[in-house]
């Protein structure tokens, strides 16, 4: 069974910092790009962070630049999100996201998410 497993959300103050980790199950993780996406409250789902399966060079958004890291450690199956320096603004669903294409095909999984409020 195919699983993405989101954990680390949690109620933070605004300079605070959170790791949020994904837990990979069901298919063969260190073949897929791992990313991290969230949504904010009547906002559309946006990229955070991409990195490759190879763990190259990393995409992230220009609103955590600087603030965010990605990693992976494939032989946990498992990709973290690590947030310091956060803003109100970082407030959202934080959500895991595993992806291969190959040969024309794609496989694309998603987790369930989980919270980040960044607040006083």
């Known amino acids: 069974q195919v699983q993405l497993v989101e954990s680390g959300g949690g109620l933070v103050q605004p300079g605070g910092s959170l790791r949020l980790s994904c837990a990979a199950s069901?298919?063969?993780?260190?073949?897929?790009?791992a990313s991290w996406y969230r949504q904010a409250p009547g906002k559309e789902r946006e990229l955070v962070a991409a990195?490759?399966?190879?763990?190259?060079?990393?995409n992230y958004a220009d609103s955590v630049k600087g603030r965010f890291t990605v990693s992976r450690d494939n032989a946990k199956n498992t990709v973290y999100l690590q947030m310091n320096s956060l803003k109100p603004e970082d407030t959202a669903v934080y959500y895991c996201?595993?992806?291969?294409?190959?040969?024309?095909?794609?496989?694309?999984?998603w987790g369930k998410g989980t919270l980040v409020t960044v607040s006083s």
């Open positions: 069901g298919f063969p993780f260190s073949s897929y790009d």
């Open positions: 990195m490759p399966s190879t763990g190259g060079s990393v």
């Open positions: 996201n595993a992806e291969r294409f190959w040969y024309g095909s794609n496989w694309s999984y």
